[in-house]
């Protein structure tokens, strides 16, 4: 593994009708995720938004925690909280990263709409022995959209259950959890 | 597997020096458990705590899902937040599964503290051919107290990392996906 960073992405996302749209910040996906991120070892977690005013409350979250007295109170959140790195579209991300050529943009669903997908296992696999950063997009709201899913590197498989339960609604919390845990647990 | 609950204990857990505490109901909690509980088979998320001011509040938030306006707006949550039990006691929730004796406990802890505990694989292989109902606490605060973990069936290992991160904090949120999908994943 050559690096790997996570992007939770607020645009360009999905509604559930479909439409394109911008979702609001929620400061509980900032915590969890950079809490999974830090705990499994990954090196950053991108916020990406596009309005200046939420990119500055994900500021603000970050500093209370990582300079505040958000690290008085928790000082092990400090670690986490580092990870954030708040930009305000994918093309940042990729650019703090060396640019697009030089890294692997990977994809997670919750369905995989017909695409050809890439299992945990052999992802898993490719993660250990890849030679270029990597970088595992969440999408808030109703998913990614098509464009950003079809321009991926890889498309990892979405996550189900070995029972057939009919149900499929993970929170990005906990499919971010698991995406990580699958790819780097024990 | 003959039936499987999960338990979020509000009372009794540690705080981070160590003393037993009641904390705080965290509405997200609720919606991110349930719906993981849901997606890998669980039939029911007790929410324990002692405080009726709390329950009450955890009643409403699954109303306002389960029967209210939130069915409308997002109807698949309902039948994730239609898994919420909302008990006083961990005793309660072990009587409306038939009883402690008629049942398994299993607990889950960021940390062994030195006791015996049983790996994933195995805990795997016991829940799927368990003939009592299995419940699976989590403790929110700094985790459940000792005579919770002394008491229990089953102390499923700590989640980790396969690299040595030196950290080791998951949101409860978190560790209750990675261990559903641990235990009943693909």
């Known amino acids: 593994m050559k690096g790997l960073a996570l992007a939770l992405v607020h645009h360009p996302v999905l509604d559930r009708q479909g439409g394109v749209v911008t979702t609001a910040i929620t400061n509980l996906d900032l915590h969890d995720m950079a809490r999974s991120a830090r705990t499994y070892g990954a090196e950053a977690l991108f916020i990406v938004h596009p309005i200046e005013a939420q990119r500055l409350l994900a500021e603000r979250v970050r500093e209370h ?43 997670t669903a919750a369905s995989a709409r017909g695409r050809a997908v890439t299992s945990y296992a052999e992802a898993r696999e490719r993660l250990a022995a890849v030679e270029r950063p990597v970088v595992i997009l969440f999408g808030t709201g109703w998913g990614l959209t098509g464009e950003v ?27 971010c959890a698991i995406t990580l845990d699958r790819l780097l647990g024990v």
Not at 151 to 175: F, M
């Open 65 to 107: 925690w990582v300079e505040g007295s958000g690290k008085r109170r928790i000082p092990d959140r400090a670690h986490a909280m580092d990870l954030l790195r708040v930009v305000p579209s994918l093309e940042d991300a990729y650019q703090a990263l060396g640019g697009r050529g030089a890294i692997e943009v990977w994809t």
């Open 149 to 175: 899913v079809a321009g991926a590197d890889v498309r990892v498989a979405p996550i189900r259950a070995r029972a057939d339960t009919g149900y499929n609604h993970l929170s990005v919390r906990a499919a």
